[in-house]
């Protein structure tokens, strides 16, 4: 029967493939691909703005860009990344043959690239992509919207599905396929934190599905959903939306948690601290994040009564990401600290996404809020905590587990090249946003004041520079699946978890039987 | 296709850069000197504004207490993170301990964190209510949001106006020095007396914008079919400028606010020249004028409000928004092209109605100005009577 | 470890990149369709055809496996998982419908009619003489602008006020059909695990019956809206969220009506479902209650509150 051999030959095995691993490097590769896609439009964004004045692309085009920005980086690079690393290290963390639903994981995944060019091709078409933000606010993305925006709600619609396909898979593998002996608690907090991950988002792609359904009946039914004229309200897409929009940031942000909690442990030489109280505290935050939406829309003119509550209920969500930082940070303190690539990746993450977490606590305070909304204050805030904060904590997993993936090494001197450069690039892009936005430059557009020029003259330069080190890691990962020095089986020193009892590269079928655990 | 217009654009830029004496000038220039734009710009501005309304202060109190708490909470983290960090490395010869665990300390650092919150959510909460104290005011001002532009009325006193970018386009462009208000400034400012609680009630005619003005720490949206309520309350005379906040198509970077706090006599003043000149403007609505004033005043008028989508060379962006020269409608009958104007466009809601927005006497000079520029010649003219009549047969 | 210990792992399968495939034609061709291109409608019914093929195959390939041994009880458990979650994703598919109405009725329409604690102003300048009663007959449109609106609300209503008496009032009758099929699929469901297939038969045979007229029931409800009502999508609120709801509701059913009728004819021909194994009709049956209960939710927020 199957379980015994090894991959197919030629593009099949990729095309047919029911293999965890597979599928795994298929999501990360994809991810690798639309981050560069999604990165080439941030820097056509960059460019505009590297001086005042239009230059080089009109406005119309400029809103395209920042929307497929958006919507490229959030639902096409972090996410499937995110379910990339599930998919190859949930089954090897928890002792599983492979995922609990192997053809439905594939399905999962091959719905993205039609998604997707379904979703770029709208670049082509007459009246251009969408142009309305990646908040798509009715009823600029209704009735003021270009007619791709049908081909957009339907591929947010199918890539709906996909990740809904693919959370239950998760669920069902991690509730269903531990080995005998891995109790809950005894779960890597990355298989705790995707379990979380993986409900958020069965709660809320459908309420998405739901929103872009709404839209389609507007823009072809002649619907008032969000039209007042009618007894529809544009605040309503708002409130659906961000029901969605805000779970989905901690969507991009708990399996981050997960990975950092595995690689931090492991070059301090210290188990994690705290790991019940880690446990609890990314419940809360899931918990807490289904009632903190409309801290998006402080704006919109809530009753006090509302606005106070929203303000109340996000201030919370610091508590237990709080906890969550003292706790890495007691994990390091009076270790045995070394500084590989994935660890300098993590040391950064918490350092440069807590400074993302205060920005987001300031935006919070709704009359500041009243100040810095919708301008690149906000901007700064979410760069924070996606860039250093999702973007590397995916690259940390990657140089983390890519020896156990494929057998060899990485290079160590390229991979701290690529940190150091992407670390002062990525401070140079964002930091002065905080600025630019604080004296008062909105977002989303495309020229500006001369006083808001030299930040943005900096940020550009700064993204230009965390761009061309991202060829750095792509590089480096080619190079070392290649021809890669050979890394042992257990690759760093004492780490702990399953996956590392394994042979390195990892073959092809695992835990065929389960694994006993103490 | 927008695609290949970017690509070009794209070479276009890469060919200016090329030239690294030009791309390394312009760095120096705008990095180190404080010449290379007018001398006026309130450059490496960092903070937020303090403004100048006793709501703004205090917001502006509020973010510097939240900072300060933000940048003492990191000082302790990132403290404690370096030390370890440093002291605690294997090259340092540290060897690891294993504890992992304090439910003393998980408590604390539950606890006193929700007390440092619990600290800043008392003046925010003050000062939300306070914001949201706007039932009672002296004076309303109905906003309501275009695309793009902004129109004010003066609730009680006959005076409604429109308030669009004043930038010329080749500014923009970068044919010409760009201003000191390059983008901040408009054709006529909302004009508020000083000392007093003005209301301002917010709407939207097409999209959702917000009206934004930092000096005031006012930012509220502008929903259509809604009506948003907030207020200011202006200390010290001056102009105040802001933006649009909240995407709204294609000119959402182009619709700034320009408001113009005057003490209350100069503000009378103002008042009552605003509205003779309303009771004026209906009188030349009964006046005949010559081709060439159409002509010319059409012009203005075209570049000012239609080029934001027609584009100045008549040409628009096809297909979203559709060419004039040669169009069907601009070379056909005039009261289809009336009609289009008047009413605006069956077919697509981003030709609006522009009945309120123009006068007749502008309405009348467009339509002439259409209708023979850019290769359109029909010679032909209309009257603001004309469209006086048109509109009071029921636009037919 | 014996066959019966190991999880059985599919070998490679091309089910999955046509299904991809499949579904991506039948969007892109709906979306094609909607824009007005002329090759919308074949690219969407080859699309939907090839999916229907992929789904077929795929679930006859899962049966022969199951029937043929492959699936341990673990594997089941995963099956079982799945079809809970996946109902889960549906409730909140509905639960952001049923937000939204919720939103309108309790937020929109007094703002609208300046009634709420806030915006006063909205309904004295913007939209004067609209009042906040549901079912929304006149629009706030109709109420501002009279003759010259654009938007404008049905002439009748589903509400029970308008109808006669309760037996003359559809959604009364949909009820009952539906809440019977609910109690004739557990009859179904007892009757397998009892071993009993002529009952099976018999009772899984009448609750699709019950499912077929309820969809009878529901499209003669929207001819009598559509062309003595002048209720329709395009009346207002109102008629958004009805048929949003409703409509969706009703798709579900059309879904839970051919699956339980997949379970019913596989039961009839090939003799399929054992007492101890018949998850494929035990999900139908969950599927059938889930709709069931979104029903009572549209009974009473849409019809007895509308
Ligand atoms: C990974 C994604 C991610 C994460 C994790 C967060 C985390 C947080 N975000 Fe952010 N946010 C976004 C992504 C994210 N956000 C995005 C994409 C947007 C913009 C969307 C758009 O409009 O396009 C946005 C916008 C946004 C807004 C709306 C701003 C506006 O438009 O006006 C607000 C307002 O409240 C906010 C708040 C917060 C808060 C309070 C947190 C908290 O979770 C942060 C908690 C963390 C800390 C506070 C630091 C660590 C804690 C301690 C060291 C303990 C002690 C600290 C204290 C007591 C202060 N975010
Ligand atoms: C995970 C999500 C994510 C990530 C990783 C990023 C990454 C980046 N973003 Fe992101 N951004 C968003 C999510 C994200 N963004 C969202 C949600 C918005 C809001 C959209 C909206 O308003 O609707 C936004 C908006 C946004 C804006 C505001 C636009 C506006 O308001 O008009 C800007 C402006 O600078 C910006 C810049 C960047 C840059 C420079 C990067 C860089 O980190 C990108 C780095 C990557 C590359 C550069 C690609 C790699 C390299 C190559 C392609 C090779 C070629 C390059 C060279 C040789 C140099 N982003
Ligand atoms: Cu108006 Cu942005
Ligand atoms: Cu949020």
């Given at each position: 029967?199957?379980?015994?051999?090894?991959?197919?030959?030629?593009?099949?095995?990729?095309?047919?493939?029911?293999?965890?691993?597979?599928?795994?490097?298929?999501?990360?590769?994809?991810?690798?691909?639309?981050?560069?896609?999604?990165?080439?439009?941030?820097?056509?964004?960059?460019?505009?703005?590297?001086?005042?004045?239009?230059?080089?692309?009109?406005?119309?085009?400029?809103?395209?860009?920042?929307?497929?920005?958006?919507?490229?980086?959030?639902?096409?690079?972090?996410?499937?990344?995110?379910?990339?690393?599930?998919?190859?290290?949930?089954?090897?963390?928890?002792?599983?043959?492979?995922?609990?639903?192997?053809?439905?994981?594939?399905?999962?995944?091959?719905?993205?690239?039609?998604?997707?060019?379904?979703?770029?091709?709208?670049?082509?078409?007459?009246?251009?992509?969408?142009?309305?933000?990646?908040?798509?606010?009715?009823?600029?993305?209704?009735?003021?919207?270009?007619?791709?925006?049908?081909?957009?709600?339907?591929?947010?619609?199918?890539?709906?599905?996909?990740?809904?396909?693919?959370?239950?898979?998760?669920?069902?593998?991690?509730?269903?396929?531990?080995?005998?002996?891995?109790?809950?608690?005894?779960?890597?907090?990355?298989?705790?934190?995707?379990?979380?991950?993986?409900?958020?988002?069965?709660?809320?792609?459908?309420?998405?599905?739901?929103?872009?359904?709404?839209?389609?009946?507007?823009?072809?039914?002649?619907?008032?959903?969000?039209?007042?004229?009618?007894?529809?309200?544009?605040?309503?897409?708002?409130?659906?939306?961000?029901?969605?929009?805000?779970?989905?940031?901690?969507?991009?942000?708990?399996?981050?948690?997960?990975?950092?909690?595995?690689?931090i442990p492991t070059f301090a030489r210290k188990?994690?601290?705290?790991?019940?109280?880690?446990?609890?505290?990314?419940?809360?935050?899931?918990?807490?994040?289904?009632?903190?939406?409309?801290?998006?829309?402080?704006?919109?003119?809530?009753?006090?009564?509302?606005?106070?509550?929203?303000?109340?209920?996000?201030?919370?969500?610091?508590?237990?990401?709080?906890?969550?930082?003292?706790?890495?940070v007691?994990t390091m303190f009076r270790g045995s600290i070394t500084f590989e690539t994935p660890m300098l990746?993590s040391v950064?993450?918490?350092?440069?996404?807590?400074?993302?977490?205060?920005?987001?606590?300031?935006?919070?305070?709704?009359?500041?809020?009243?100040?810095?909304?919708?301008?690149?204050?906000?901007?700064?805030?979410?760069?924070?905590?996606?860039?250093?904060?999702?973007?590397?904590?995916?690259?940390?997993?990657?140089?983390?587990?890519?020896?156990?993936?494929?057998?060899?090494?990485?290079?160590?001197?390229?991979?701290k090249?690529?940190?150091?450069?992407?670390?002062?690039?990525?401070?140079?892009?964002?930091?002065?946003?905080?600025?630019?936005?604080?004296?008062?430059?909105?977002?989303?557009?495309?020229?500006?004041?001369?006083?808001?020029?030299?930040?943005?003259?900096?940020?550009?330069?700064?993204?230009?520079?965390?761009?061309?080190?991202?060829?750095?890691?792509?590089?480096?990962?080619?190079?070392?699946?290649?021809?890669?020095?050979?890394?042992?089986?257990?690759?760093w020193e004492?780490?702990?978890?399953?996956?590392?009892?394994?042979?390195?590269?990892?073959?092809?079928?695992?835990?065929?039987?389960?694994?006993?655990?103490? | 296709?927008?695609?290949?217009?970017?690509?070009?654009?794209?070479?276009?830029?890469?060919?200016?850069?090329?030239?690294?004496?030009?791309?390394?000038?312009?760095?120096?220039?705008?990095?180190?000197?404080?010449?290379?734009?007018?001398?006026?710009?309130?450059?490496?501005?960092?903070?937020?504004?303090?403004?100048?309304?006793?709501?703004?202060?205090?917001?502006?109190?509020?973010?510097?207490?939240?900072?300060?708490?933000?940048?003492?909470?990191?000082?302790?983290?990132?403290?404690v993170m370096f030390y370890t960090m440093i002291v605690h490395r294997k090259a340092n010869g540290a060897k690891a301990s294993?504890?992992?665990?304090?439910?003393?300390?998980?408590?604390?650092?539950?606890?006193?964190?929700?007390?440092?919150?619990?600290?800043?959510?008392?003046?925010?909460?003050?000062?939300?209510?306070?914001?949201?104290?706007?039932?009672?005011?002296?004076?309303?001002?109905?906003?309501?949001?275009?695309?793009?532009?902004?129109?004010?009325?003066?609730?009680?006193?006959?005076?409604?106006?429109?308030?669009?970018?004043?930038?010329?386009?080749?500014?923009?462009?970068?044919?010409?020095?760009?201003?000191?208000?390059?983008?901040?400034?408009?054709?006529?400012?909302?004009?508020?007396?000083?000392?007093?609680?003005?209301?301002?009630?917010?709407?939207?005619?097409?999209?959702?914008?917000?009206?934004?003005?930092?000096?005031?720490?006012?930012?509220?949206?502008?929903?259509?079919?809604?009506?948003?309520?907030?207020?200011?309350?202006?200390?010290?005379?001056?102009?105040?400028?802001?933006?649009?906040?909240?995407?709204?198509?294609?000119?959402?970077?182009?619709?700034?606010?320009?408001?113009?706090?005057?003490?209350?006599?100069?503000?009378?003043?103002?008042?009552?020249?605003?509205?003779?000149?309303?009771?004026?403007?209906?009188?030349?609505?009964?006046?005949?004028?010559?081709?060439?004033?159409?002509?010319?005043?059409?012009?203005?008028?075209?570049?000012?409000?239609?080029?934001?989508?027609?584009?100045?060379?008549?040409?628009?962006?096809?297909?979203?928004?559709?060419?004039?020269?040669?169009?069907?409608?601009?070379?056909?009958?005039?009261?289809?092209?009336?009609?289009?104007?008047?009413?605006?466009?069956?077919?697509?809601?981003?030709?609006?109605?522009?009945?309120?927005?123009?006068?007749?006497?502008?309405?009348?000079?467009?339509?002439?100005?259409?209708?023979?520029?850019?290769?359109?010649?029909?010679?032909?003219?209309?009257?603001?009577?004309?469209?006086?009549?048109?509109?009071?047969?029921?636009?037919? | 470890?014996?066959?019966?210990?190991?999880?059985?792992?599919?070998?490679?399968?091309?089910?999955?990149?046509?299904?991809?495939?499949?579904?991506?034609?039948?969007?892109?061709?709906?979306?094609?369709?909607?824009?007005?291109?002329?090759?919308?409608?074949?690219?969407?019914?080859?699309?939907?055809?090839?999916?229907?093929?992929?789904?077929?195959?795929?679930?006859?390939?899962?049966?022969?496996?199951?029937?043929?041994?492959?699936?341990?009880?673990?594997?089941?458990?995963?099956?079982?998982?799945?079809?809970?979650?996946?109902?889960?994703?549906?409730?909140?598919?509905?639960?952001?419908?049923?937000?939204?109405?919720?939103?309108?009725?309790?937020?929109?329409?007094?703002?609208?009619?300046?009634?709420?604690?806030?915006?006063?102003?909205?309904?004295?300048?913007?939209?004067?003489?609209?009042?906040?009663?549901?079912?929304?007959?006149?629009?706030?449109?109709?109420?501002?602008?009279?003759?010259?609106?654009?938007?404008?609300?049905?002439?009748?209503?589903?509400?029970?006020?308008?109808?006669?008496?309760?037996?003359?009032?559809?959604?009364?009758?949909?009820?009952?059909?539906?809440?019977?099929?609910?109690?004739?699929?557990?009859?179904?469901?007892?009757?397998?695990?009892?071993?009993?297939?002529?009952?099976?038969?018999?009772?899984?045979?009448?609750?699709?019956?019950?499912?077929?007229?309820?969809?009878?029931?529901?499209?003669?409800?929207?001819?009598?809206?559509?062309?003595?009502?002048?209720?329709?999508?395009?009346?207002?609120?109102?008629?958004?969220?009805?048929?949003?709801?409703?409509?969706?509701?009703?798709?579900?059913?059309?879904?839970?009506?051919?699956?339980?009728?997949?379970?019913?004819?596989?039961?009839?021909?090939?003799?399929?479902?054992?007492?101890?194994?018949?998850?494929?009709?035990?999900?139908?049956?969950?599927?059938?209650?889930?709709?069931?209960?979104?029903?009572?939710?549209?009974?009473?927020?849409?019809?007895?509150?509308?």
């Open positions: 029967m199957s379980a015994h051999h090894g991959p197919a030959k030629g593009i099949t095995r990729w095309l047919y493939t029911t293999n965890h691993k597979d599928i795994g490097t298929l999501y990360l590769w994809f991810s690798f691909a639309m981050f560069l896609l999604g990165g080439a439009f941030a820097l056509v964004i960059r460019a505009e703005l590297f001086e005042p004045g239009l230059q080089i692309i009109e406005p119309e085009f400029f809103n395209q860009m920042t929307t497929m920005h958006g919507l490229i980086m959030v639902f096409g690079a972090v996410m499937p990344a995110f379910v990339g690393l599930a998919n190859w290290m949930i089954p090897l963390m928890i002792g599983a043959p492979d995922m609990a639903l192997p053809r439905m994981n594939n399905w999962s995944f091959w719905i993205l690239p039609f998604a997707f060019t379904m979703l770029t091709s709208t670049l082509f078409m007459d009246g251009g992509a969408p142009n309305f933000g990646w908040t798509f606010y009715a009823p600029l993305s209704t009735t003021y919207a270009p007619p791709s925006v049908t081909f957009f709600i339907f591929a947010v619609h199918i890539m709906g599905a996909s990740s809904i396909m693919g959370s239950i898979n998760i669920i069902a593998t991690i509730l269903n396929l531990r080995a005998p002996g891995m109790t809950l608690m005894k779960m890597p907090l990355f298989v705790w934190t995707w379990l979380i991950t993986a409900y958020l988002l069965i709660a809320v792609m459908p309420v998405l599905a739901g929103v872009v359904t709404m839209m389609l009946m507007d823009i072809h039914f002649s619907t008032s959903f969000f039209d007042a004229a009618g007894g529809g309200d544009p605040v309503l897409f708002q409130h659906v939306f961000w029901f969605f929009g805000h779970p989905e940031v901690y969507i991009m942000i708990l399996p981050a948690f997960g990975v950092i909690s595995a690689i188990p994690l601290f705290g790991y019940a109280s880690m446990v609890y505290a990314t419940s809360s935050i899931a918990f807490l994040s289904f009632i903190v939406w409309a801290h998006h829309m402080f704006t919109v003119g809530m009753p006090v009564a509302g606005e106070l509550f929203f303000m109340y209920a996000t201030m919370l969500i610091a508590v237990p990401t709080g906890v969550k930082v003292f706790n890495w007691t990746f950064a993450f918490v350092i440069l996404f807590t400074i993302g977490g205060f920005s987001g606590l300031m935006l919070a305070i709704a009359p500041a809020d009243f100040q810095y909304h919708d301008t690149y204050f906000v901007v700064a805030h979410f760069h924070y905590v996606l860039v250093p904060g999702a973007i590397f904590s995916i690259i940390a997993a990657v140089y983390y587990w890519l020896p156990k993936w494929c057998g060899n090494m990485y290079n160590e001197t390229m991979g090249a690529h940190f150091w450069t992407a670390f002062v690039g990525l401070n140079l892009t964002f930091f002065p946003m905080h600025f630019s936005g604080l004296a008062g430059m909105p977002r989303r557009i495309p020229d500006y004041n001369m006083m808001f020029a030299d930040w943005n003259m900096l940020s550009s330069i700064g993204a230009f520079f965390f761009g061309a080190s991202q060829l750095l890691f792509l590089f480096n990962v080619i190079a070392t699946i290649r021809n890669g020095r050979k890394a042992s089986d257990q690759v004492n780490p702990e978890g399953l996956e590392w009892t394994l042979p390195s590269p990892a073959p092809y079928h695992t835990f065929t039987a389960p694994p006993k655990i103490g | 296709m927008q695609f290949c217009m970017l690509l070009n654009r794209v070479s276009g830029f890469f060919q200016r850069i090329k030239k690294p004496t030009t791309w390394s000038l312009a760095l120096l220039f705008t990095l180190l000197s404080q010449q290379s734009f007018s001398v006026d710009v309130d450059r490496w501005q960092y903070n937020m504004t303090e403004g100048v309304t006793p709501v703004s202060r205090d917001v502006y109190g509020l973010h510097m207490d939240i900072f300060w708490w933000c940048v003492a909470i990191a000082v302790v983290v990132f403290g294993n504890f992992h665990e304090s439910t003393l300390l998980e408590i604390i650092w539950t606890v006193v964190p929700f007390v440092i919150l619990i600290i800043m959510a008392v003046p925010a909460t003050k000062s939300l209510i306070n914001i949201y104290d706007h039932k009672e005011g002296d004076m309303d001002i109905l906003i309501t949001g275009y695309q793009w532009k902004w129109k004010y009325d003066y609730i009680g006193s006959d005076v409604s106006y429109f308030s669009s970018l004043s930038t010329p386009q080749n500014q923009i462009r970068n044919m010409s020095t760009k201003g000191v208000n390059y983008l901040l400034e408009v054709d006529e400012p909302l004009v508020i007396p000083i000392k007093k609680k003005i209301r301002f009630l917010i709407t939207a005619n097409d999209v959702i914008h917000s009206w934004w003005v930092p000096d005031f720490a006012v930012k509220r949206d502008a929903i259509p079919g809604y009506i948003n309520e907030t207020w200011a309350f202006v200390d010290e005379p001056g102009t105040y400028r802001g933006q649009c906040a909240e995407l709204c198509g294609k000119n959402h970077g182009f619709m700034p606010i320009v408001v113009e706090a005057l003490p209350q006599a100069e503000y009378d003043t103002w008042l009552a020249a605003k509205q003779a000149e309303t009771l004026k403007l209906q009188e030349l609505t009964n006046q005949t004028f010559t081709f060439d004033e159409l002509y010319t005043q059409g012009e203005t008028v075209y570049n000012n409000v239609c080029a934001a989508c027609h584009q100045v060379n008549g040409e628009g962006i096809p297909p979203m928004f559709p060419s004039i020269a040669g169009s069907k409608i601009a070379t056909g009958a005039i009261n289809g092209h009336l009609d289009i104007i008047v009413n605006g466009s069956k077919n697509n809601p981003a030709m609006r109605s522009f009945s309120g927005e123009l006068s007749e006497v502008d309405i009348a000079a467009v339509i002439t100005y259409q209708r023979n520029s850019w290769g359109n010649n029909m010679g032909d003219s209309v009257q603001p009577i004309d469209i006086l009549r048109f509109k009071e047969s029921g636009g037919e | 470890m014996s066959a019966e210990d190991t999880y059985y792992v599919p070998d490679q399968s091309k089910l999955p990149i046509f299904a991809s495939i499949g579904l991506f034609l039948t969007v892109f061709g709906a979306a094609n369709w909607l824009n007005g291109n002329d090759s919308g409608p074949t690219l969407l019914y080859c699309g939907g055809l090839l999916f229907a093929f992929v789904l077929w195959t795929w679930f006859a390939t899962v049966i022969k496996e199951n029937n043929a041994g492959m699936n341990n009880a673990q594997l089941k458990r995963s099956y079982v998982w799945a079809m809970g979650w996946f109902i889960f994703s549906e409730f909140m598919f509905f639960a952001a419908f049923f937000g939204a109405l919720f939103y309108i009725r309790n937020f929109a329409m007094p703002w609208l009619s300046g009634t709420g604690d806030r915006a006063i102003e909205t309904g004295t300048i913007l939209w004067p003489g609209f009042e906040n009663v549901w079912p929304v007959m006149t629009t706030p449109d109709m109420a501002a602008n009279g003759a010259s609106a654009t938007t404008t609300g049905p002439d009748l209503n589903m509400s029970f006020a308008e109808a006669e008496s309760i037996w003359n009032w559809l959604p009364f009758w949909n009820t009952a059909v539906l809440l019977t099929s609910s109690i004739t699929v557990h009859f179904a469901h007892t009757a397998i695990k009892n071993n009993q297939r002529k009952p099976f038969n018999i009772w899984l045979g009448i609750t699709v019956a019950l499912g077929f007229i309820f969809l009878v029931l529901q499209v003669e409800e929207y001819i009598e809206a559509y062309q003595h009502m002048g209720l329709t999508l395009e009346s207002g609120i109102y008629g958004s969220t009805f048929f949003m709801l409703t409509g969706f509701h009703g798709a579900h059913v059309t879904l839970g009506t051919l699956m339980l009728l997949v379970m019913w004819l596989r039961s009839i021909l090939k003799g399929h479902f054992k007492p101890d194994d018949q998850f494929g009709f035990e999900a139908a049956s969950w599927y059938w209650h889930f709709v069931d209960v979104v029903w009572l939710g549209l009974f009473i927020f849409v019809y007895i509150l509308g």
